[in-house]
C-alpha cells in the first residue's frame, strides 16, 4: 500500500458521474483553496463555527495525509459553494493476534443541511468503497456520529467504546503497589511521546488503529483555543530503567466548592501494568478532585478492580469502531484465530464487494486460509450481512448475541464464537 499514491488516485467515475446528474461536481480538494473550503463545509456540516484564521494557524497543514473530497453546487447563491465533504487515509486496524491489516479511514463525512436526503453521501461513499477496493484495502472503517447511518454501507460495530465517571471519595486503591516514577512534561513533550507510545501499544488491542501523522496535534486542547491549550496537565510514567511506559493529560474543571473539582483525561496510554496502575492510581488520589472521567476505554477495564468499591464507577458503552469488510479472504487471512477449526461463511453485501461462499480452515496454531466457495461440506455453516461479518471480524460480538438479534444464521453458534473470539476486548482509543 502507497498511501501518496491512494491519496491522489483519480476519482471513481461511478460517483463524478452520479453526482453531475444530479448537477453537482465532485472533485479533489487539493489546492489551499479548496482545502480551506473543505473545512469551512466539514465545521458547518457539524455545527461549528466559522474555520477561522486561528484554526487555520493550529490545523491548517494537518490534513495533508488526507484525500479530501468536496462536492460543489454550481448553481449555488455563491457558485461552486461546497455541500459535500469526505475523507479518506491510508491506515492500519489491529486484528487479533497483534497483526493489523491496511484499512481505508473515513472521515469528515458531510452534507449540506440545504442539500441533505438527495443521495449525496450514497454516491459519496459508495465511490469511496470502490476506490478503497481498487486500491487494493481488504477493510474500511469509520467512527460515527450516528449509529443509523453507515450499517446500509456494509460499516459493523465492532468495537466499543466505554466512558467511566469515577467517584473518588468513594475510592479506596486496591491495585497494586507499583514502581517507576512519575513526571509532569509539557505540553509539545506529549506530542512527540504520544504517538510513539501509541505505535507501541497499538498492536496489542484489536479495533485499534494507526495514528496519523497530524492527529496527535488534534488533542482536544490543542485546537485555536489558546486558553483551553493551557489547562491541560501532563503526567509520564517512567520505569525503573528510565523509559516512557505511560502517558496521561488531563484537564479539571472548577467548582464553586473547591474540594469537588471535576478531572477529564484528553489521552491516555500505557506500555505496561505499572504504567496502567501508577497513573490511575495518580489520577484517583488527586486532592481537590471529586470525579475522574476518562472516554474510549474498554467495559473490562482492570480499573475496576483496582477501586475497592467498583460502584465508584459509573461505566457506559457505546459503539465505537465501525469495520467494513471490502475483500473477504484478504481481511480473514490477515487475523489469526484462538482455535482450529472450519467454517463455511455465505456472506451478502448490497454493495456487491464481499457477497459469496468462503471457507474457512483454520490449523492448530490460529492461522487462517480462506478459499472462495463451499469447499467442506461437513462444516459448520454462517450465513449473514457483511455489516454483521464487520461486527464479529475483531471477535468482540458473540455470534450468539447477532443471532438471538435475528441478524444471523448458524448451524453451530459455538463452533463460530469458538472461532472468532479474540483474547482482549476490542478497543479504539481515539476518535478520528
Ligand atoms: C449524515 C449525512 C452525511 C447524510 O448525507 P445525505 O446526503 O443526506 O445522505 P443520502 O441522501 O445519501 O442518504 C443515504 C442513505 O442514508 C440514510 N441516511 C442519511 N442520513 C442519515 C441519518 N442521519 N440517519 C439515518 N439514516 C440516514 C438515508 O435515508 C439514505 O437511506 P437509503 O439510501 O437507504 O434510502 C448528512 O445528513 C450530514 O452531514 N449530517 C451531519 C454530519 C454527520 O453526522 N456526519 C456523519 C459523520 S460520521
Known amino acids: 500500500m502507497d498511501p501518496e499514491r491512494y491519496r491522489t488516485s483519480p476519482l471513481d467515475p461511478t460517483a463524478v458521474a452520479e453526482l453531475a446528474a444530479a448537477g453537482f461536481e465532485l472533485q479533489l480538494a487539493e489546492d489551499p483553496a479548496a482545502t480551506e473550503a473543505w473545512y469551512q463545509a466539514v465545521r458547518r456540516g457539524f455545527h461549528g463555527g466559522e474555520y477561522t484564521a486561528e484554526h487555520k494557524a493550529v490545523r491548517g497543514a494537518r490534513v495533508g495525509y488526507r484525500r479530501r473530497t468536496i462536492v460543489r453546487d454550481p448553481l449555488a447563491e455563491a457558485p461552486g459553494e461546497v455541500v459535500g465533504t469526505f475523507a479518506t487515509w491510508a491506515s492500519e486496524l489491529t486484528v487479533p493476534g497483534e497483526l493489523v491489516v491496511d484499512a481505508c479511514a473515513v472521515s469528515s463525512v458531510t452534507v449540506a443541511p440545504t442539500h441533505r436526503r438527495r443521495g449525496i453521501l450514497r454516491s459519496l461513499m459508495s465511490g469511496a468503497l470502490r476506490e478503497a477496493v481498487a486500491a487494493g484495502f481488504p477493510v474500511a472503517m469509520l467512527t460515527v456520529t450516528e449509529s443509523t447511518i453507515y450499517p446500509r454501507f456494509g460499516f459493523g460495530a465492532a468495537a466499543e467504546a466505554a466512558s467511566w465517571t469515577i467517584d473518588t471519595r468513594r475510592v479506596r486503591w486496591t491495585g497494586p503497589t507499583t514502581s517507576g516514577r512519575l513526571d509532569f512534561i509539557s505540553r509539545e513533550r506529549l506530542g512527540e511521546v504520544a504517538p510513539i507510545l501509541h505505535e507501541r501499544v497499538r498492536r496489542r488491542t484489536p479495533g485499534e488503529a494507526q495514528g496519523p501523522s497530524g492527529h496527535w496535534l488534534h488533542l482536544p486542547r490543542t485546537e485555536a483555543d489558546a ?161 454483521e461479518l464487520g461486527s464479529l471480524y475483531l471477535g468482540g460480538v458473540r455470534a450468539r448475541t447477532l443471532a438471538a438479534a435475528g441478524r444471523l444464521e448458524a448451524t453451530d453458534l459455538d463452533a463460530v464464537d469458538d472461532l472468532f473470539r479474540s483474547r482482549v476486548t476490542p478497543r479504539l482509543s481515539f476518535w478520528y
Do not use: C, N
Not at 481537590?288 to 475497592?308: C, I, N
Not at 472450519?342 to 457477497?355: K, R
Open 227 to 387: 486558553e483551553k491549550a493551557t489547562e491541560l496537565r501532563v503526567v509520564q510514567h517512567r520505569d525503573d530503567a528510565g523509559e516512557v511506559q505511560g502517558l496521561v493529560a488531563y484537564t479539571v474543571a472548577g467548582a464553586a466548592d473547591e474540594t469537588q473539582h471535576k478531572v477529564t483525561v484528553e489521552f491516555l496510554a500505557t506500555a505496561t501494568d505499572d504504567a496502567y496502575a501508577a497513573l490511575w492510581r495518580f489520577l484517583l488520589e488527586l486532592d481537590l478532585v471529586a470525579t475522574v472521567t476518562a472516554h474510549e476505554l474498554a467495559a473490562d477495564e482492570s480499573l475496576r478492580w483496582m477501586l475497592g468499591d467498583q460502584r465508584a464507577a459509573t461505566v457506559t458503552v457505546l459503539d465505537h469502531q465501525y469495520v467494513r469488510i471490502l475483500d473477504v479472504v484478504a481481511a480473514l487471512e490477515a487475523r489469526t484465530y484462538p482455535a482450529a477449526g472450519e467454517l463455511v461463511l455465505s456472506v451478502a453485501d448490497p454493495l456487491g464487494f464481499a457477497t459469496g461462499e468462503y471457507t474457512l480452515r483454520v490449523d492448530a496454531s490460529g492461522i487462517g486460509r480462506v478459499e472462495v466457495g463451499y469447499t467442506a461440506p461437513d462444516a459448520p455453516r454462517l450465513t449473514l450481512g457483511v455489516t
